[in-house]
Structure formats: C-alpha cells, structure tokens
Nanobody, 122 residues
Framework: VQLQASGGGLVQAGGSLRLSCLAS????????LAWFRQAPGKEREFVAA????????YYADSVKGRFTISRENAKNMVYLQMNSLKPEDTAVYYC????????????????WGQGTQVTVSS
C-alpha cells in the first residue's frame, strides 16, 4: 500500500496538530496502521497504532493521553491528533502499514509514507 502523510508544521508548546495519511493501492482495510517518528540523530520510534478494524489502539507511554490515532476505512485515511505538544515531540512523523502488526519495531512494518515534519517551539 502507498502512503502519503501531511499536516505537519510549526506549533508552540501546548498547541495541537492533526496529521493525516492517505493510503492507496491494496485493500486498505486489511492493514493495521501506525505512526512513527524520528528526531535528528535518533532511531525511528513507535508513536501509535490502530488495528485494521479500528477496534484497538496502542500508544507509546510518551504520548499516551495526548495523542489519538483514528482511521476512516471508507476514505483510506488514518489520522493522528496531537494535543498538548511538547518540544520533545519535534520529529519527522511517518505513517506505516502492515498486515500483521507483529511488533512496535519500525523495520517490521511493511509500507511507509514519506514523512511530515512537526516542530514544537518552547
């Protein structure tokens, strides 16, 4: 599946952003979806994931209670609502898709979008 992320930008600490990811190609509803992020000099890390059905969501401890992942299978879209943003949330955010969702380790995810930059100023 091909993925295209958008919605990044510059925001002050405490602000909000909503990232979107449009999927195309294979049957979108068969794939679990996730958001990862990568800050300069750091490894790509898991942020949030949602099962193909939307029935379960998962979050990294660092974003739990602040970020919300959701999906609209009819529109082939996945979203990441980010509230109460902190400077440490600054990173390039990537959406990812995988039919298995075997782990939160980035290399195990099959398909990736191009990334969108999120910068949170203090």
């Amino acid at each position: 599946v091909q993925l295209q992320a958008s919605g990044g930008g510059l925001v002050q600490a405490g602000g909000s952003l909503r990232l979107s990811c449009l999927a195309s190609g294979r049957i979108f509803s068969n794939y679990h979806l996730a958001w990862f992020r990568q800050a300069p000099g750091k490894e790509r890390e898991f942020v949030a994931a949602i099962r193909w059905s939307g029935s379960s969501t998962y979050y990294a401890d660092s974003v739990k209670g602040r970020f919300t992942i959701s999906r609209e299978n009819a529109k082939n879209m996945v979203y990441l609502q980010m509230n109460s943003l902190k400077p440490e949330d600054t990173a390039v955010y990537y959406c990812a898709a995988d039919p298995r969702m075997s782990s939160w380790y980035a290399p195990t995810w099959h398909d990736w979008g191009q990334g969108t930059q999120v910068t949170v100023s203090s």
